[in-house]
């Protein structure tokens, strides 16, 4: 299964863990960010390219889900 992964600052110790259980468990994980910690970056676009993700696999028939951690 592949999971699309976003989240904001405030999230991403969470978002790094869950990559790496996702990918442990045998899944493919997509970080769509954020990459570092920044207190003010913006979260709303890492929710679409997850959001974003998860459509353009469905689009070609492959089965995806999306998260998103806030």
């Keep these: 299964m ?3 992964i976003g989240s904001d600052h405030a999230g991403l110790e969470l978002k790094d863990h869950l990559m790496n259980w996702l990918v442990d468990a ?3 994980a997509v970080d769509h960010g954020p990459f570092v910690y920044d207190a003010v970056d913006d ?3 890492f929710c679409l390219r997850a959001a974003e993700g998860v459509v353009a696999d469905r ?3 492959l089965d995806s889900l999306g998260v998103v951690i806030g």
Excluded: D, N, Q, T
């Design 2 to 4: 592949r999971v699309h």
């Design 43 to 45: 979260y709303p676009v």
């Design 26 to 28: 045998g899944h493919e």
């Design 59 to 61: 689009a070609e028939g």
